[in-house]
């Protein structure tokens, strides 16, 4: 292609991507500047952040940030690299500090990014100059997000449209009890593109097309989803839905939605056994059968069940290459081996992640081949075109 403008024009609309978007290292790098350090990124739940000078390394793309609590409470983001000759600065990935020195040559930041030692520095340094440079942090009902850029999109209008939908599972106060990193051969986009279609589901996921009904044709579904929906509030639950397709590229806006689907009879949560794993979330009084999912910008995807929530977080780690981030939550005050059995509560993403890691790889080495051509898609994988429309329309801007 002479240029990323005749390789935009090349797509065919409905279709999958030309392989260029997976195996270019110059679309990858327009990628990185314009939407993966450009966007929000899910870094864990606030609950990690318990007491002052807790903190957490994120990574994503080449740049890697320290999350901290600080001494006055506020949780704050800066890029991991030093001011002075730029060594990273913190090599734990979590932890408790009461401050952060470099490993290189000692220069010393406190828990709000203020350089505080430097030894043997011209009389005129000004150490006020030299603090650690600020990434952005964002918080929506509890959840933490990243974002690599001065001016990310806006998050108000997720915290306000969100926020009915995420009390009623309380949010704010449940709690990680489970974490598992799965590494990716594979283009972030092929990764992203396969958690947003269920096309598959039948075919490669036996576990999880027992339980959800999104792996049916969605002429199929009412029936099933008529009886969740007329129990829905006796459990505490409202009916909203919120249509990711209409707000996924709102512009100078954080996308995001939600929506709530049932399961198939005999289920109440996502379990091997179909009974509940951990104690009712927030309020809720009961279980209608089904599971809700929420968008939360590019990279995050979370699913929350009547007693759990798991949370989908998609990093880019290279073009070649990216990772899924799980983390399960329950209710604040659950107690790991009497409300919940952590390998219970984990098993069916697990397992269903574990053969997703499989599909991707697969997906990734054919699209590299000389006879891979873009094919259309099917009537599941309407999200995945919405989605792929976001990424065209971000790299076309100046």
Known sequence: MSSIEDLLDSRQPGHSLPQAFYADPDVYNLEVERIITRNWILVGHQSEWAHNGDF???DVAGESAIVVRGDDGVIRGFANVCRHRGSLVCLESTGTARKFACPYHGWVYDLEGRLTAARAMPDDFDFSTHGLNPVAVGIIHGLVFVAFCSDPPSLDGAIRELAEPMAMFDFENLKVAAYKRYDIAANWKLAIENYQECYHCATAHPEYAARHTLMLDPAKRPRLQEAMLETMEACGLQKIHIDHIDTAARPGEIGYGYSRTAMFDGYVTGSRDGRPVAPLLGKLTGYDGGASDFSLGAFTFVLAYSDHVVCYVFTPVDMNNSC?????????????????DRNELTWLWDVTTAADVTIIENNARGVRSKYY???PFSRFEKAENVYIEWILQELARP
């Open 373 to 375: 051509e873009p094919g």
């Open 324 to 340: 899924c981030e799980i983390y399960w939550l329950v209710r604040g005050d659950a107690v790991e081996g009497k409300d919940y």
């Open 56 to 58: 957490k390394v994120f």
